[in-house]
């Protein structure tokens, strides 16, 4: 159904196709809210399995150590909401770029999905769900099409501007992105805005970012993400002193001011170990920027939740971000958070955590030495934390798609 024929429709919702590459480290969250609310026409990914393939390679793997490609395997298990029929998959794309060659595929794998949508003809949906702006000639497709088009600004779209100043700061760490390609970046970024009918925002600080470069205020809105409500249910027991970061670590990330801030902390001799989960270059971590944090490397999934229930705070020091998962988990599990005003928090500073500026070590240790000490305060944010959380699972992330698009159908 066009988006002409959808005036008459009111009563039924518009069904959108999604398409990505992997989970999204929302566990497919995107699809999973347009299944729910019934909006979903199709989605198109690479690598993933079912939750019956995922029993048997549990099952398979119960008494050994599971290699990295099963743990991998395991964290692409679609939900059962997504039904077979609604989903189209590019297993030969998940090869390595070398097999591929070797068997004659040279398109990426967001190459050849967008080439199958097309050859699909858009699956008969009502509109295109878009994450990156490499979707841009689907969208002008899409549009051309007479369908809706939705993007969803996953990152802070001036992100490219600020890693450019950053390497600039820190030379040698990083590869520098020519001045050109970032400009580019916005400028496609800005195509995909004008083409939009609606822009998801998943934080306060995309949404103004959006604005400020140009994007109409109108199209955009405020939808925050979601995680899975089991997260409530977990028992934290937490470490005093224990500070947790999950995430990779970089210059976008601010690990080096997280390693400044540990420096900081120990030069006062606070008693207190900084956590690091994620994946690192060993090079990078030996530099003395980078000197400070006990660096733990990627760990399955559920070490990860461990980890959280053992945090005493979790701090994220990230200089642009959309918005973290990473926040919604710790604040579920009634941790603190500490972040810089970049990293799209979605708390409020001074009570389930503390707001910062971006690159400010010092106050980003000042932050953290004062939930380490001052305890009833530390008890008073944790509880405050699970309760904002309660508002940050599946079902809320879902109502607020569900609200945000289903006005796209009835304004048609």
């Known amino acids: 159904m066009s988006k002409a024929n959808l005036g008459d429709a009111s009563s039924r919702r518009p069904k959108f196709i999604c398409m990505h590459a992997g989970p999204r480290g929302r566990q497919y969250g995107i699809p999973l809210a347009l299944a729910r609310t019934g909006m979903l026409a199709r989605f198109y990914t690479d690598a993933c399995i079912t939750g019956t393939t995922a029993q048997w390679l549990k099952r398979l793997t119960l008494r050994c150590r599971r290699p990295r490609f099963v743990e991998n395997l395991l964290g692409r298990t679609l939900p059962p909401e997504l039904l077979r029929e609604q989903v189209r998959t590019a297993w030969l794309y998940s090869l390595p770029r070398s097999a591929r060659h070797l068997l004659g595929r040279f398109e990426t794998v967001d190459q050849y999905l967008h080439r199958k949508i097309q050859s699909d003809r858009f699956g008969g949906a009502d509109g295109l769900y878009t994450i990156f702006n490499g979707s841009l000639e689907l969208a002008r497709l899409a549009k051309a099409s007479g369908l809706l088009v939705v993007h969803d600004q996953v990152l802070n779209p001036d992100v490219g501007r600020i890693l ?9 760490i990083e590869r520098q992105t020519p001045h050109e390609e970032v400009e580019e970046g916005i400028r496609r970024d800005k195509e995909m805005w004008a083409l939009a009918d609606r822009i998801l925002a998943p934080s306060e600080f995309t949404r103004r970012a959006l604005v400020s470069l140009g994007a109409a205020p109108e199209k955009v809105a405020l939808v925050e993400y979601g995680i899975d409500e089991l997260w409530l249910g977990r028992i934290p027991n937490p470490i005093q ?5 999950v995430g990779s670590v970089g210059l976008r990330k601010g690990s080096h001011y997280l390693a400044e801030a540990t420096r900081i902390l120990r030069s006062r001799k606070v ?10 270059d060993p090079e990078v971590i030996r530099r003395p920027e980078f000197e400070g944090p006990v660096y733990l490397g990627p760990i399955p999934r559920s070490q990860v939740a461990e980890e959280f229930l053992k945090a005493d705070v979790f ?4 200089l642009s971000e959309g918005s973290a998962i990473a926040h919604l988990e710790a604040l579920a599990c009634g941790v603190p958070v500490v972040a810089s005003a970049n990293a799209g928090p979605v708390f409020t500073d001074g009570r389930e955590g503390y707001v910062v500026a971006a690159r400010d070590a010092r106050a980003l240790a000042d932050r953290l030495e004062r939930l380490i000490l001052d305890r009833p305060l530390r008890q008073a944010m944790s509880a405050a934390a699970r309760e904002r959380a309660k508002d940050l699972t599946w079902p809320a992330y879902q109502r607020r798609i569900e609200t945000t698009l289903s006005a796209l159908g009835r304004s048609e």
């Open 164 to 172: 450019r100043e950053e390497r600039a700061r820190f030379p040698g």
């Open 271 to 280: 008693r207190c170990e900084i956590v690091v989960v994620g994946r690192y």
């Open 315 to 318: 701090v994220h020091p990230s």
């Open 241 to 245: 002193g224990r500070i947790l970061f």
